[in-house]
């Protein structure tokens, strides 16, 4: 059975980043963040433009893995093209997703003309990208196994043996919730099925 895309490690910023500079009286101010879901990028994007309200434009581009991969970006009443789209560029060029950019402007009273604003936009994605650092992330699921506690070490054991993250809650039975990275979580589960001869129950 092949592993799907949706399963697969991919490239994805640490944390948030920001950059500003000017160019020609305009401040450009870049923020870039860690986004899994449309509506987290959607909400980055509307905390950005109440934060900075005041900005003349504030242009957003994201990249989410959702099934399919959804890219978005908007040139914010710029000339088109010469915004978001550059913008969106950056963030394909750097092979990042689970990401989303909103690029701040603040009119200085020159015009840069398309070229030059195409510029600008995507070299404040490209130092904000810089500035929170790209990681490699692998997609994560979460089960439970609840067990008697007579099966309760086996399956600790291979919990930790399998270096998984995990939280034990120990009650009439033994439950552990179990993060574990996708591509690992089918061969797990039957490792804990054979130890306990079936009496895990996962969920």
Avoid: C, W
């Avoid at 991919?10 to 980043?17: C, D, H, K, N, S």
């Avoid at 434009?57 to 093209?81: I, K, Q």
């Avoid at 070299?123 to 692998?138: F, N, P, Q, S, W």
Wanted: aromatic share 8%; proline share 3%.
């Amino acid at each position: 059975m092949g592993v799907s895309s949706e399963d697969e490690a991919y490239r994805t910023v640490g944390e948030r980043g920001q950059a500003a500079f000017e160019v020609r009286g305009s401040e450009f101010i870049g923020h870039v963040a860690p986004a899994t879901t449309v509506d987290e990028a959607e909400a980055f994007v509307t905390a950005i433009e109440s934060e900075y309200d005041d900005a003349t434009h504030n242009v957003p581009a994201y990249r989410v893995r959702a099934d399919p991969l959804r890219e978005y970006s908007s040139d914010d009443a710029e000339p088109s093209g010469s915004a978001g789209k550059p913008a969106l560029n950056v963030l394909q060029q750097r092979d990042v997703e689970n990401v989303v950019a909103v690029v701040t402007r603040y009119y200085g009273g020159t015009n840069l003309g398309v070229g030059g604003l195409a510029r600008s936009y995507s070299r404040a994605v490209k130092k904000a990208v810089d500035d929170a650092g790209i990681v490699t992330e692998r997609p994560h699921e979460r089960f439970s196994i609840t067990v008697e506690y007579d099966d309760s070490g086996d399956v600790r054991g291979i919990l930790e043996s399998a270096g998984v993250e995990f939280d034990a809650d120990y009650g009439e039975d033994v439950t552990f919730d179990v993060r574990v990275p996708v591509v690992e979580a089918a061969d797990l589960r039957d490792r804990i099925a054979s130890a306990t001869s079936g009496r895990a129950r996962t969920e």
